[in-house]
């Protein structure tokens, strides 16, 4: 593994860590699963994209049990995967109960407006309801490494 020294070292020093699991490359599933189960020595805090884990239900089943977060960018796959196949694995990872969050990956380099455009086409062809939009945002928050308070403020602030 790549930096495998400076993941132990961030953990050792106290940060979260996560890394890109991209979409589509070669042998994405094994890249996952050596995210989730060894980097940091712990593992990953959090997964950033991954959509390839639904093709491997023990790993899904893994990130579910760990309560690691995903972090997915709808606007930057449809750019590079087939359409279809990407709304629907959204879809299969909440329902299968990770918690993900809509995002984008670099809001400059994808021209969009990276919240609104992700979440609107992710409300769309995932078929979310209002209660599941809902439930991303509250994912989200509680995906983030923000302080307990912040993360309390917000909730709040999605509450009303």
Known sequence: MLFKDVFARARKDGFRITAHCDVGKTYPVEHIRQTVSDLGRT????VDHGLNVVDD????HLIREKGLGMTICPWSYIRHQPFDE????????FNAGIKISIGSDDPAFMEDTWM???????????????A????????????????????RNMLIELET
């Open 132 to 151: 599941e939009i809902l439930k991303l945002a509250k994912d989200a928050v509680d995906m983030c490494w923000a302080s307990d308070e912040v993360k």
């Open 43 to 46: 593992g990953a805090d959090r």
């Open 57 to 60: 239900p023990e790993l899904m």
């Open 86 to 93: 990407v709304f629907e694995r959204i879809r299969t990872l």
């Open 116 to 130: 609104h455009e992700n979440l609107l086409v992710a409300r769309k062809f995932c078929k979310f309801t209002d």
